[in-house]
């Protein structure tokens, strides 16, 4: 069975099949948002991203933090581009009097049009969204409580137009969607005054 699991992999790589990533930003310097990424954001305001250190994170010693305000910042990988597989993040929300939340956005065509999943510590729940020329849209979601101050992951599983959401390893619900049927970028999201820490951020195919 090992070689049998080793003999896939050589065939995997021999065939340009893609493997799934991790980025934990551990080798990022603090201070600044880690090379091979980009702010952006949809709406108004200024968004603040910096690796930063942080004695809790699942894999210290650094995490990406977003501290500013603004309607929706985004931190969007760069060089990365899929239709269909995962996305994936630990995040911690930490303080925010509007909103606590932490998301994950996949099909990013541009800072107005893209996927989002989310949980909002606030509001205790976890919701998907289409944005589509800025507007926001959700069509799917479900009422459940995201402790503020503690880590949890999201993940969120796409192919085609179908998706599954997936909270702290739990299956929360699948939707189904056509708004974005293109390959587009993956990243990280948060609302309004929301300070977030995100960790182990990972993405490939299902």
């Not at 702010?39 to 942080?54: I, L």
């Not at 402790?147 to 299956?171: I, M, P």
Request: charged content about 25%; proline content about 5%.
């Amino acid at each position: 069975m090992k070689l049998f699991l080793l003999w896939l992999g050589v065939v995997g790589i021999a065939m340009g099949l893609p493997a799934a990533e991790r980025e934990n930003f551990d080798q990022a310097k603090p201070g600044a948002l880690p090379a091979g990424w980009t702010s952006a954001q949809t709406g108004g305001g200024k968004p603040v991203w910096a690796v930063v250190a942080d004695a809790s994170a699942p894999s210290g010693p650094h995490v990406l933090r977003q501290s500013g305000t603004a309607d929706y910042p985004l931190a969007l990988k760069d060089g990365i581009a899929p239709r269909d597989g995962f996305v994936e993040v630990k995040f911690k929300p930490v303080k925010g009097e509007d909103d606590q939340a932490g998301g994950v956005v996949w099909r990013v065509k541009d800072a107005r049009n893209y996927y989002i999943a989310r949980a909002n510590a606030l509001e205790g729940n976890v919701r998907i969204y289409h944005f589509l020329d800025g507007k926001r849209t959700q069509f799917k979601g479900i009422n459940l409580p995201v402790a503020a101050g503690q880590w949890h992951t999201l993940r969120v599983e796409f192919t085609g137009s179908r998706f599954k959401v997936v909270f702290n390893g739990r299956l929360l619900f699948e939707a189904e969607d056509a708004t974005h049927a293109e390959a587009g970028r993956v990243g990280l999201w948060t609302k309004a005054d929301s300070e977030t820490l995100f960790d182990d951020f990972s993405y490939g195919p299902n």
